[in-house]
């Protein structure tokens, strides 16, 4: 009987990943990571709800203090961001460095199990082909998680399994009521994890960056309004500027060295090109020439054509790309993500670095 564990964080599509596995004639142990304290899943109210599903299912229950590891690589890593005017998007981050590395490893070490599995919607196969794992978007494309996926290795995709990635979001709650979850009717989250606990991003950075007001202006220079903290605005943002103008204005730049937010009409915030770092290439070797691909800038973001360029040293050919867009994009931001596919299949994706000042 082969041997899975599932990462639990008290939510209902975890919880069918792991009854189904089971259904399915695996043995299942449930793992989840205490990441912090307080509500929303993967926290208090998530340990509580994994530990009764693990009752419920009779399989083996661990719980691994992972705090340290998220504060630091985290929460570290999101005000460090905030304070130097980026918007740094944590759950690639999060899902590579506090979950699946950390997940894989102790199922190896301490459990004799080479495979995980979570319940993210998304789809893993392995192409003899090139001898490689190719990472996919999920059937039900509403759904689809495999935004948040693009950093994951080799090593880890070869040791992750997704239940729930050849099924819609309907099919698993239908699945877990058929199965009799107490999670079958649990909400939907909504947010970060950090937002669930805070109540905001807001709230959340207020506790770690001290707020030095400052000036809202245009690209003139002209004074237009005031703010509260540069770490409070994000590229293309348009609402909570307490600007009144003949036209809609957006954040266009940040600027936290002069403490001053820029803004300008909504032609202003579209870009032709940027570019993006700390590349990871998923389901093909690092290029070297030219490629045309589908883009996402944002997780909501529609898939639009874009022509990928790799740059630098040729020995680091790949670690940094010049995305150049088919169609302007809307509010490109500087430590978001950039995930580009081929059709369903994910290639590669990176951190967006900078993009041709306004």
């Known amino acids: 009987m082969k041997k899975v564990v599932v990462g639990l964080s008290g939510g209902v599509d975890s919880s069918v990943a792991a009854a189904s596995l089971k259904q399915h004639g695996y043995n299942v142990i449930g793992l989840t990571l205490w990441l912090m304290q307080g509500k929303g899943q993967c926290c208090s109210d998530g340990l509580v709800d994994a530990a009764q599903l693990c009752e419920d299912l009779d399989i083996p229950h661990h719980v691994v203090d992972s705090r340290d590891i998220f504060s630091t690589h985290i929460i570290d890593y999101l005000v460090a961001g905030y304070q130097q005017g980026i918007t740094p998007l944590p759950c690639s981050q999060c899902n590579k460095t506090v979950k699946f590395g950390p997940m894989l490893h102790y199922a190896r070490e301490q459990l004799d199990a080479q495979t995980i599995a979570t319940g993210h919607y998304a789809r893993i196969v392995?192409?003899?082909?090139?001898?490689?794992?190719?990472?996919?978007?999920?059937?039900?494309?509403?759904?689809?998680?495999?935004?948040?996926?693009?950093?994951?290795?080799?090593?880890?995709?070869?040791?992750?399994?997704?239940?729930?990635?050849?099924?819609?979001?309907?099919?698993?709650?239908?699945?877990?009521?058929?199965?009799?979850?107490?999670?079958?009717?649990?909400?939907?989250?909504?947010?970060?994890?950090l937002i669930e606990a805070h109540g905001s991003m807001q709230t959340f950075l207020d506790q770690y960056i001290q707020t030095h007001p400052g000036d809202i202006i245009d690209r003139a220079g002209n004074v237009l309004g005031h703010h509260q903290g540069v770490h409070h605005y994000t590229i293309g943002q348009r609402k909570g500027l307490g600007i009144a103008a003949p036209h809609p204005l957006y954040v266009i730049d940040l600027d936290p060295g002069r403490n001053q937010v820029i803004v300008g009409d909504r032609h202003t915030a579209l870009k032709t090109e940027?570019?993006?770092?700390?590349?990871?290439?998923?389901?093909?070797?690092?290029?070297?020439?030219?490629?045309?691909?589908?883009?996402?800038?944002?997780?909501?973001?529609?898939?639009?054509?874009?022509?990928?360029?790799?740059?630098g040293p040729e020995e680091q050919l790949g670690d940094r790309v010049k995305l150049i867009f088919a169609d302007p994009q809307f509010g490109i931001a500087p430590g978001q993500a950039a995930v580009w596919y081929d059709q369903d299949t994910l290639l590669g994706g990176g951190i967006i670095e900078a993009f041709p000042k306004p």
């Open 126 to 193: 392995y192409s003899a082909q090139d001898n490689r794992y190719h990472l996919l978007r999920a059937v039900d494309r509403h759904k689809d998680q495999s935004y948040f996926l693009y950093d994951l290795s080799q090593d880890l995709l070869s040791g992750t399994v997704f239940p729930l990635g050849e099924q819609t979001k309907t099919e698993t709650r239908r699945l877990a009521a058929q199965l009799n979850l107490h999670t079958a009717e649990k909400p939907e989250s909504q947010d970060l994890c």
């Open 274 to 311: 940027c570019t993006v770092q700390r590349v990871n290439w998923v389901s093909m070797a690092p290029p070297q020439h030219p490629i045309q691909a589908e883009v996402q800038v944002r997780y909501r973001s529609q898939p639009t054509h874009v022509t990928i360029l790799p740059i």
